[in-house]
């Protein structure tokens, strides 16, 4: 059954937040699908939203009680907009919030790290999901994905270091579980596909996958940093590359169940993503 009261997910034509939109209308919740456009999305009430303008924040808060929220995409604080809206949400009657982090990023940590901290203080119910890198970065208009097409290369400063890619979908899943089932998580989630892949093995799979030569291409943190600072501010940049460095250190080689755990099924692996988008 439907809650009356509605789910507003933030970023709602985005990577996962599309996907989460999807879940929520599959199971007959009522959406606010939040975003700077207020772009219509099937199914659910579009309204416009823009963390940097908080006039657009009373309407995308009137009528909810729960939120997704993915931060400004680009910003190395967002705590510095998040926490004002959060305290205007929970003000308004949102009482379980689930926000996106990032496995590289733990409580208290930077940039989004400090609305993780803040989180549990401000909603009785909540969740954090702290995915590792999403196996979406290969697709679309993302860095790698351009890289890709225009170069047959991937580059990192990740070395030989792994990584437990995951699906938006299954990222998605969580969320949606995490937002509307009785009891909330009240923690944070580390989410992952079933295995590790260095983004060597990313390449083998790739050019196996679709007949065209990939290769990686290893950078150092500094060349990488560069490269980065060329299209976003240095301080975003020089972080960009320090999970890069940090994967190299064997950070994010690991997997957990909590896709399985949340959702009763397992996580997609990489194969059958690449095999899905190739077709």
Do not use: C
């Not at 879940?23 to 207020?38: F, I, P, Q």
Request: net charge negative; hydrophobic share 45%; no cysteine.
């Amino acid at each position: 059954m439907s809650d009356p009261n509605a789910t507003l997910v933030i970023g709602a034509t985005g990577t996962t937040g599309r996907r989460v939109t999807a879940g929520l209308l599959a199971e007959g919740h009522h959406v606010k699908a939040a975003g700077r456009t207020a772009a219509p999305v099937g199914g659910a009430q579009a309204v416009r939203f823009d963390w940097n303008e908080p006039a657009t924040w009373g309407k995308a808060l009137r009528g909810v009680d729960r939120a997704y929220l993915v931060p400004p995409v680009g910003s190395s604080d967002p705590a510095a907009v998040m926490l004002p809206f959060l305290h205007e949400a929970r003000a308004a009657g949102v009482r379980r919030a689930v926000l996106l982090g990032a496995s590289a990023i733990p409580a208290g940590g930077p940039a989004v790290g400090q609305v993780h901290q803040a989180l549990p203080g401000l909603f009785d119910e909540w969740a954090v999901l702290r995915p590792s890198w999403f196996m979406q970065n290969f697709t679309g208009s993302t860095p790698h994905a351009r890289s890709i097409r225009e170069g047959g290369v991937i580059l990192t400063a990740s070395g030989d270091g792994r990584i437990g890619f995951v699906d938006a979908q299954d990222i998605a899943a969580v969320a949606v579980r995490a937002l509307v089932d009785e009891k909330s998580p009240d923690t944070d989630l580390i989410l992952t596909g079933p295995q590790t892949f260095s983004h060597d093995d990313v390449a083998a799979i790739l050019t196996e996958s679709t007949g065209r030569t990939v290769v990686h291409r290893h950078l150092t943190f500094e060349q990488l940093r560069d490269r980065w600072a060329a299209e976003i501010p240095l301080e975003f940049a020089t972080m960009l590359a320090a999970m890069d460095r940090a994967i190299a250190d064997g950070a994010e080689d690991r997997t957990t169940d909590t896709v399985e755990r949340l959702t009763g099924r397992p996580p997609g692996t990489f194969r059958a993503f690449v095999e899905r988008e190739i077709a």
